[in-house]
């Protein structure tokens, strides 16, 4: 028996799809359902590796957990990683397929629809039930020629879709009448319902506006969902996320973040806000690294030399000079590893013009960026004797004295090998692990070098898996659920 199908669009960007598609899946899986997500077109840097070895966008990873089963690269077919304003990396079923920009792009949809009919198809033949989440907005109806993220997909596989609007941001009214204003009329006809989210305070105050919404489109409304804050807990996807999130913790424990034009994977920061002894602040351009920090964390990000560049542009490199030169610590995760380095080399061009940047000097090796992609699991020890687990998903390859002290000997299936680099004195390092926080003993082992005394005892894991059950709670005693999943087909 075929899956079936329901779809959920929203009037624009960061409306809460990503969670409350994660909400949905936790619910129906606690149902007895075999409920998978999907997501045809996604534009993210945070990536999760897969089960079958490829790459997705991280909001499928954690939808895939909240329904029980691993992430797979069908699951996100069409991942696009930005690397400039105009460009971005196109990964087709987990694998690299190319670099295009904007308007390229759109000439190669035709043919990536093809493998994103195939990816549903073999994910809907071993389910109950695919929820899927668009991307963007329906009404962006200057691409709905060749869309393959909404409404072009919604045709193609025949689903009916519910139109998310976050009234947190104002205008959610407009918003979904707008909407149905501006868009054609057969994909008017394939919304079933709507959905109103990020509601605070008394939710009946919003009766009239459903009355209005649904006298101006004939649609019916599945209800209010109130704001629910916990949200934050769960790895963010768009980079969006961390405009609301520059300052987290009160902790005397700072953690300084550099908010890199190309930042990616910054969930890697989602453990270490629980710590009741930590803050982490990320760092917005125009602004001065903090004086106090005690670890100046230097992220992942998309473009390391475009990054690097960025990084000097803000004088962030004077900052962190005079940082380390106070003592204070430094670590830098795969782009901010190869970052802290001698040298960065791209001698194919892979992230713009060929040629070399200088890092920032603070570890004595240097990195030659290569065509192929290293997207694998890990598990290991740290130097210091921590387990630790994760996942690489990199360009590159990074050599120098300093590896001779690396951070992790780490195995990803093919035997133990040595990953990242020391500084002499210990207070400077490099790894290519993702997810490393979220190892409660490293995490904690490593938070108390740093001088906490007081640490989380709940299991990151834990707390991630309490919010999910939670969130379904809060989705079933708030909107029609049951109504919601009956419009599946």
């Not at 460009?87 to 690299?96: E, I, L």
């Not at 519910?162 to 394939?190: C, K």
């Not at 009946?204 to 209005?212: P, T």
């Amino acid at each position: 028996m075929t899956a079936k199908t329901l779809m959920f669009q929203g009037t624009g960007s960061d409306v809460g799809k990503s969670v409350l598609v994660a909400g949905l899946c936790r619910l129906a899986a606690r149902n007895g359902l075999r409920v998978r997500p999907f997501k045809p077109q996604n534009m993210s840097n945070n990536a999760a590796v897969t089960v079958d070895g490829g790459e997705i966008g991280r909001a499928q990873a954690l939808q895939a957990r909240a329904a029980g089963i691993e992430p797979h690269t069908d699951m996100n077919p069409v991942l696009l990683k930005p690397e400039s304003e105009l460009g971005a990396q196109v990964v087709v079923q987990g694998k690299v397929r190319g670099h295009a920009k904007a308007r390229a792009y759109q000439a190669m949809k035709p043919e990536l629809l093809g493998a994103v009919r195939d990816s549903f198809e073999r994910l809907r033949a071993d389910a109950d039930l695919i929820l899927v989440e668009g991307a963007g907005s329906p009404a962006e109806v200057n691409l709905r020629a060749g869309d393959i993220a909404n409404m072009g997909f919604a045709e193609t596989v025949d689903c009916p879709v519910v139109l998310i609007g976050d009234i947190d941001r104002g205008g959610v009214i407009a918003s979904l009448v707008g909407t149905h204003n501006v868009i054609p009329p057969r994909d008017r006809e394939r919304i079933a319902a709507f959905l109103i989210n990020k509601f605070r305070g008394d939710v009946s105050l919003f009766d009239e506006g459903l009355r209005i919404v649904t006298e101006h489109t004939g649609w019916p409304s599945l209800g209010v969902v109130p704001y629910f804050p916990e949200a934050r807990k769960l790895p963010a996807e768009d980079a969006v996320a961390l405009e609301h999130a520059t300052r987290e913790g009160s902790g005397p424990l700072k953690i300084a973040v550099p908010r890199l034009s190309r930042i990616a994977n910054f969930d890697d920061l989602d453990p270490l806000r629980l710590e009741p002894e930590v803050s982490v602040e990320i760092v917005e351009p125009g602004r001065c690294l903090p004086g106090d920090a005690t670890l100046i964390l230097i992220p992942g990000s998309k473009s390391t030399i475009g990054d690097l560049q960025d990084l000097r542009a803000q004088g962030w490199d004077i900052d962190i000079a005079a940082h380390v030169r106070r003592g204070g610590r430094a670590l830098g995760i795969c782009g901010g590893y190869q970052m802290l380095g001698r040298r960065v080399h791209d001698p194919d061009g892979l992230e713009g013009p060929a040629g070399s940047a200088d890092g920032l000097g603070l570890l004595d090796v240097e990195t030659v960026l290569t065509p192929e992609k290293s997207l694998t699991r890990i598990s290991g020890e740290t130097s210091a004797g921590a387990a630790i687990a994760g996942y690489e998903i990199h360009i590159g390859r990074t050599d120098g004295p300093d590896r001779a002290r690396p951070f992790a000997v780490i195995d990803d299936g093919s035997g133990p090998h040595e990953d990242g680099a020391t500084s002499p004195d210990g207070r400077i390092a490099g790894s290519y692990v993702h997810g490393m926080f979220a190892s409660d003993g490293f995490r904690r082992a490593f938070l108390a070098e740093l001088g906490a005394t007081r640490l989380a005892e709940t299991s990151f894991e834990t707390v991630i898996d309490g919010v999910l059950d939670r969130l379904a709670d809060h989705l079933e005693t708030h909107i029609d659920t049951a109504r919601l999943f009956s419009l599946a087909r």
